[in-house]
């Protein structure tokens, strides 16, 4: 076989690997979504604090593998009156750093390649850090001044009488057809259809990441770093743009986690792209309460972007802090990779049951 053809079996190979992978996400998220059944709105509905809010929204996204459906959910009770606005925002940021798991479970694909896994695997954290930073600052100062309530309730006034638009998302015209597909030849069994998400999920990217140390060349890396990630505004813009479109930031900043651990990125060049997902998986939220006109879905989704702006606010001039965080996590995980299981088990499930548990003892 000669250089071209094998370069055309390559690009098919990723197309392919690409293909399934975001299949892959799809389906976990929807196998997960099945086995909570009705249990993630009765979670939501039962908050009662703050801070079992804030952690209620951690787990449930974390289950579902989605800070959108646990926004929708929130957004709904809400505007049925079964809660309120103080509670749905913890719910939010929660939510927020819930839907970072998905970045550590692709980065768990490169943990038999000990080079390869030390630069994935803080490139994936980078994400939780910004959001567990951003909570950190934001949540005191939510619980003390309202900063989010009182501005997303302004901002909603304001624009309730306008109407929104819907945009349907190319991520789901191209992987829900095979995925309902799927989920039938399943029998809708949620387990099954996680286990094979998993499998699909750790295949596809091997043969991902193959491929693309294959097929990069010093031509293609210069193009990415100039063109795509050279400057921080174009990394943001990115991420913004390709998040709005697709509606998934989960996806979004999952892509890059595997070109990271190529050696392709860097964590400097993917960390404003993450910002910007992080901005535009609000977006779409935004343009469908907007088509409700209740005035306190609007609220919600205003309360969820303006928390990831001022966390952009914060965390970009001082993004020294989450970024070594990140490494330096890395760097340990590098040495014992096992912790990276237990930062996912620990972070995203252990925590918010056992504060759960001891709140509901007292």
């Not at 390709?242 to 993917?270: C, D, E, R």
């Not at 972007?305 to 340990?332: D, E």
């Amino acid at each position: 076989m000669n250089n071209t053809n094998k370069k055309i079996l390559w690009v098919a190979v990723l197309f392919v690997s690409l293909y399934a992978f975001l299949l892959s996400i799809t389906l976990l998220g929807d196998g997960l979504q099945l086995l909570g059944g009705g249990f993630t709105s009765k979670l939501i509905s039962i908050t009662s604090n703050p801070l079992i809010g804030l952690l209620v929204g951690l787990f449930v996204t974390a289950i579902v593998q989605s800070s959108s459906a646990t926004t929708s959910i929130t957004v709904g009770l809400v505007a049925a009156g079964t809660l309120s606005i103080t509670q749905a925002i913890p719910i939010i940021m929660g939510a927020n750093i819930g839907t970072t798991v998905t970045n550590v479970l692709v980065s768990l694909t490169h943990i038999t390649r000990k080079q390869e896994f030390q630069r994935a695997f803080p490139a994936a954290v980078v994400h939780d850090f910004f959001n567990i930073l951003t909570v950190l600052v934001i949540f005191p100062l939510e619980l003390n001044f309202h900063i989010l309530r009182t501005a997303s309730g302004i901002m909603a006034k304001a624009f309730s009488g306008i109407g929104g638009m819907h945009i349907g998302s190319p991520l789901k015209f191209v992987v829900d057809p095979v995925g309902q597909e799927v989920i039938k030849l399943l029998a809708g069994k949620g387990w099954i259809i996680v286990s094979v998400a998993l499998v699909a999920l750790f295949v596809a990217l091997k043969f991902m990441v193959d491929a693309i140390k294959t097929l990069t060349t010093r031509r293609i890396e210069v193009i990415m770093d100039k063109y795509l990630f050279g400057k921080p505004a174009q990394s943001f813009l990115l991420g913004l743009l390709i998040t709005g479109t697709i509606q998934s930031s989960s996806v979004t900043t999952s892509l890059v986690v595997p070109l990271v651990g190529a050696g392709i990125l860097t964590i400097y060049k993917i960390y404003p792209y993450t910002l910007g997902a992080n901005i535009g998986t609000t977006v779409t939220a935004i343009l469908a309460s907007l088509v409700t006109g209740n005035v306190l879905a609007i609220q919600v989704a205003f309360a969820h972007t303006l928390f990831n702006v001022i966390g952009c606010c914060i965390w970009y001039p001082a993004r020294i802090v989450p970024i070594s965080l990140a490494l330096g996590l890395g760097k340990f995980a590098g040495k014992n990779r096992a912790l990276a299981i237990v930062f996912i088990v620990v972070t995203f499930y252990l925590i918010p049951i056992s504060i759960f548990l001891l709140t509901k003892l007292k």
